[in-house]
């Protein structure tokens, strides 16, 4: 993305892009949630995954081997963690409890 583009973003746009890069570079797949394919790279970070019921959407859940293993909250640029950890400690969030969709598309061991 242009860095001009990049200006009209928000805050927490902003920090998904510099998550991406990092993720990438890392050597996770980065995938939309809609377009998942586990068997993609032994480690797959899903944007926008729906948690359970009432717990909304992670930014991220992660996937090893095909298994949820964490779960990254976005957060603006110099944001600390003191009052949003609960984000991704509430029950919803844990990495064994998201959504399960048709056994075809996801492994949820």
Request: charged content about 25%.
């Amino acid at each position: 993305m242009a860095e001009a583009a990049k200006d009209y973003l928000g805050p927490e746009a902003k920090a998904r892009l510099e998550i991406d890069r990092q993720l990438a570079e890392t050597g996770w797949v980065v995938q939309k949630y809609r377009q998942v394919n586990l068997a993609a790279g032994r480690g797959v970070a899903v944007r926008e995954f729906p948690m359970e019921e009432g717990h909304g959407d992670a930014d991220y859940l992660l996937f090893l081997d095909r298994k949820a293993v964490g779960v990254i909250e976005a957060k603006k640029a110099g944001s600390t963690l003191t009052g949003v950890e609960w984000q991704s400690a509430k029950p919803g969030h844990s990495a064994g409890r998201f959504v399960t969709l048709s056994a075809s598309r996801w492994s949820t061991h």
